[in-house]
């Protein structure tokens, strides 16, 4: 018994040692507190967005020098005088210009189609139940960890059966199909974040499935049919291998990253004009970001919550 009651005195003492214990003062939240750490943060920013945009600055005034000014200037970004003859030179004499015209050819198709057939395939995954469906889910899932290279050989020789190798079609069939799987878990994903009460609406009006999906879903929908586009454009501008698989009998049908490095490899000191089109086949992508960039957070946002 005095053992117990000398531990309970012991514990009772500790805890008034630590209630008399002077609280160290910790230095009040004040408005110069948080401009101080925000003008840091925003510092830090600006230097980190600065090296991350010099690359593209340092190709951008490349395309404007000449040649002697491009071994003499070293790292200097703007050119004494603009040379704007170079776009010109490049689009005429490098085939850039035909480049160019293949890659929008193959990257507008490529999007129409992959939104159009992903969009379908998402909402029905999303909304009608059927047998095993889980399974198609996780078969969708498990295509996403194929790596391309390994399926280059069966895809080149459907190609090549169906009479489409050496044509501009190869490359869009092979980039739809490629963009299948994961745009459509990314619909299915949104169109379960969406209400029923529109489409149960619209049924009892005498919509049909397809009426209700065209007429009522698609449009609501639009978010995520940007993010999709976005990111579809950008994978089928930049896309190299599969245009270089699919076109290597035909050098007229290369498109711009094809060309690009075809060009550098057969005009290794012409870097005024590499870097001519390369700032060409970037101003699509820059201008399609700007303009669908408000659209690709919410999209994303609706697919991963559902």
């Given amino acids: 018994m005095s053992t117990l009651l000398t531990r309970q005195q012991g514990k009772q003492a500790e805890t008034n040692f630590a209630r008399q214990r002077p ?4 230095r009040p939240l004040t408005w110069s507190t948080l401009r101080e750490a925000n003008l840091v943060t925003h510092a830090i920013l600006l230097v980190g ?9 340092w190709a951008l005034g490349t395309s404007l020098k000449s040649v002697q000014e491009f071994t003499s200037s070293g790292l200097s970004l703007w050119p004494q005088q603009p040379q704007w003859a170079n776009y010109l030179n490049a689009w005429n004499d490098a085939s850039f210009g035909q480049y160019f015209v293949n890659t929008v050819f193959t990257t507008i198709f490529t999007v129409v189609f992959v939104v159009m057939f992903t969009s379908m395939a998402g909402y029905v ?3 009608v139940r059927f047998v095993g469906k889980k399974i198609i889910f996780g078969i969708i899932a498990l295509t996403l960890f194929l790596p391309h290279g390994y399926t280059i050989v069966p895809i080149f020789d459907i190609v090549q059966r169906l009479g489409l190798l050496d044509t501009l079609w190869s490359i869009i069939l092979v980039q739809v199909a490629g963009g299948m799987v994961f745009n459509t878990l990314l619909f299915s994903g949104y169109f379960t974040t969406i209400g029923k009460d529109m489409e149960e609406a619209a049924r009892i009006d005498g919509a049909s499935f397809h009426q209700i999906f065209w007429r009522v879903m698609f449009p609501l929908a639009a978010p995520m049919m940007a993010t999709v586009a976005l990111m579809t454009f950008i994978a089928a501008w930049n896309s190299y291998f599969i245009p270089l698989v699919f076109t290597l009998g035909n050098p007229e049908l290369r498109t711009l990253p094809v060309g690009l490095y075809t060009f550098s490899a057969e005009h290794a000191t012409s870097w005024t004009l590499l870097c001519a089109g390369s700032v060409m086949s970037l101003l699509p992508i820059i201008i399609i970001f700007v303009f669908l960039q408000r659209y690709f957070i919410q999209a994303v946002a609706g697919a991963i919550k559902g």
């Fill in 23 to 26: 609280k160290k003062s910790r």
């Fill in 49 to 57: 967005g600065f090296f991350w945009v010099y690359p593209f600055l």
């Fill in 125 to 127: 995954l999303a909304r």
